[in-house]
């Protein structure tokens, strides 16, 4: 289940509660992976540079409602404006690999970011995907640049070999404020048939939709149909279209679409070729969240049912740790990896909180071969000194991070840590402040 969300905030703040946005209170199965697409936070240089230097506030926002529930920032991208995130439920952390990111501007004919696209790209169980946060120019007159825009992002390429180029993907979703407008009706009779609720009689005088017809770069591509108000333009903080001088004309210009690539063709015993579908995508909701109103458009999600065929089905490494763990003596941690497996010396096992926001976010580590003890064929075992283990205790997990493939390849099983039997004696905030210090070494390490 994945869920995917497309906001231009227009440089405001979160909001205090994005509970129905991001579907927490629905009775459905928990989402495996939120990707999150917003434009126009705020990139004041002020902001920005701050920004380039700690978690911009965006993403602290979601990554504080997130990760109690057991999702890790996995991936972000952000270039001016324009901000991608990425979560995902632990489980599936050890079958995510390849993870690369891209930018491209398209603003001043390519010289400034407040427009373009941003885009992170994965191999998840062995079936690439990739999504597309784009913002393309705004105004009526300017379909021509937004198309044009939009097979210029189509165009990058991703660094790293062996990396397939955007529509080389097994999945593609391109979603973001694309600016698209209603053409040909005036203002009257578009509102007019938004307060009747005929929105079909907008759809075939939507700019994306009749440019799907003609342009065949954009034929591939899948939408669930508009079957909610026009997300643009607004009055902040209410469902009124826009009461300013401008009038703006109501327009979805916020938009979520999807393309699947046939992976395999084989002959069959006739001699003529069939499809293996061995993946598919499937549209569960499509709509609008007129309750938000921090911006003058309204945020738009897409829950996706994603099957595939799995060409992975074992972690690349599986741990656990040994024993009863305190902060009473030195603690074992046993790991086993495929042969396949690519190690390194920078490799690294991370003790991690359960409610871990990303993968920076441990509470200290062990080297894979500066802090082995013992090796044998099937296994290996790495130690950590009880002076780094937290003395208040509480419910860990252990995290294997690749660095040949900068991510995680191997998780274990949430454990308890018990608390130190002498923690009584001294102050509880004093020993939390001094384990939550990340270790010098680690952080010269430039966050790998």
Known sequence: RLHVVTWNVGTASPPPDVTSLLQLDSLDPAMDMYVIGLQEVNSRITNFLSDLAFDDPWSIFFMTVLSPLGYMKLSSIRMQGLLLLIFVKHVHLPFIRDIHTHYIRTGLCGYWGNKGGVTVRMSLYGRTICFMNCHLPAHMENTEQRLDDFEKILEMQFEGENVPSTLDHDVLFWFGDLNFRIA??????????????????????????????????????????????????????????????????????????????????????????????TISVTLNNYISHMSYGISDHKPVTGTFGLELKPLLSDPLVTLHPEGEWSPERDVLISYSALPEFPSSAWDWIGLFK???????????????????????????????????????????????????????????????????????????????????????????????
């Not at 799907?212 to 591939?220: I, N």
């Not at 209410?238 to 690539?261: F, G, M, N």
């Open 184 to 277: 040909d009706y005036g203002i009257h009779f578009v509102r007019e048939s938004i307060n009747n609720k005929r929105y079909s009689l907008l759809w075939e005088k939507d700019q994306l939709n009749m440019a799907k017809k003609k342009e065949a770069f954009l034929q591939d591509f899948i939408e669930g149909p508009l079957q909610f108000k026009p997300t643009y333009k607004f009055d902040l903080y209410s469902d009124v279209y826009d009461t300013s001088e401008k009038k703006r004309k109501p327009a979805w210009t916020d938009r979520i679409l999807w393309r699947v690539k046939n992976l395999c063709q084989h002959a069959s015993k006739e001699g003529e070729f069939s499809e293996e579908q």
């Open 354 to 448: 359960v409610a871990f926001r990303h993968v920076n976010d441990y509470v200290t580590y062990a080297w894979v071969e500066d802090d082995e003890v013992s090796s044998s064929k099937d296994s290996k075992q790495v130690y950590m000194s009880a002076s780094e283990i937290p003395d208040m205790g509480g419910e860990y997990l252990l995290c294997y991070y690749s660095n040949n493939l900068q991510s995680i390849v191997g998780i274990s099983q949430p454990f308890q840590i018990q608390p130190n039997r002498t923690l009584v004696e001294r102050d509880p905030t004093q020993e939390e402040n001094s384990w939550m210090q990340k270790p010098d070494s680690l952080e010269s390490q430039n966050e790998f």
